[in-house]
């Protein structure tokens, strides 16, 4: 007996709704290698290759580049994690608000969507070059800048896809990605003030802000709001205008009563 596509499967593929926890492996790498976020990324890290290859460093300066951007990487993204999209101020501007729903709001309001779990093109791409370019050019001038922006932009493919993982519903078989998921699934499921590396929690450790779901007494309640619930959105009214209310609960249990 044949399967009648829904209205939704006649869609185009990236205008159809994609949802972490009812997707496979297989499934996920299809789509993550089709988002457009990826494939300019990959595109950069590409035409970063051929600016070395124009203008190559040395042996040692490429190197130095390269293992600065991979260091500086995991603290970047940590210190924009909890002070930029939880520092719980952008809202509070008429003008970020759309940016801060878009890039983190969204996603802890349904952490599962992959529409809205990739990065926003026009926030990732200047940040990555503003922590990549600068070390990279000062240790090894244009190549060193170019060797350290397209290990940016590779690392932050890295991330993401390891990002789409812990939200996918399977079991790692590997025991670090398990600890990752774990500690992720517990910043968007039982308190957001705490892990905020995605695939790396040392400066979790070294801030304080490393904790495992033993360790805190109870739930935060504003796990999946961060915070912007209706009594701020009186003052603040744009994000909840943009969103069409403000939502509430697990976003499974609002999806089964038919809540936005």
Known sequence: MSHSPTADERLPFWKRSHYLDRMTLGQLTAAYFQHYTIVVYLLVAALSGVGFVIAPAGLWQT???IAAAV???PLAWHLLHQFVLHGRWMWKQKWLSPTWKRIHYDHHQDPNHLEVLFGALHTTL????????PVGWLIGGIGG????????????????????????SFKPGWKWVQHMKQR?????????????GITNYVFDRLFGTYYEKRDRPRRSETVFNLGYDEEVAQRYPWVKELSGGIASGHPRRRSANGKS
């Not at 940040?127 to 990549?132: G, N």
């Not at 992720?184 to 905020?196: M, S």
Request: with cysteine.
């Open 71 to 73: 260091l500086i990487y």
């Open 145 to 168: 800048a170019f060797a350290a922006l397209g290990t940016g932009i590779l690392t932050t493919c890295y991330y993401e896809y390891m990002h789409c993982i812990q939200h996918l």
């Open 184 to 196: 992720h699934n517990e910043h968007h499921y039982f308190d957001e003030d705490g892990n905020f």
């Open 63 to 65: 190197l130095g580049a």
């Open 126 to 133: 200047p940040t990555i070059a503003l922590a990549t370019v």
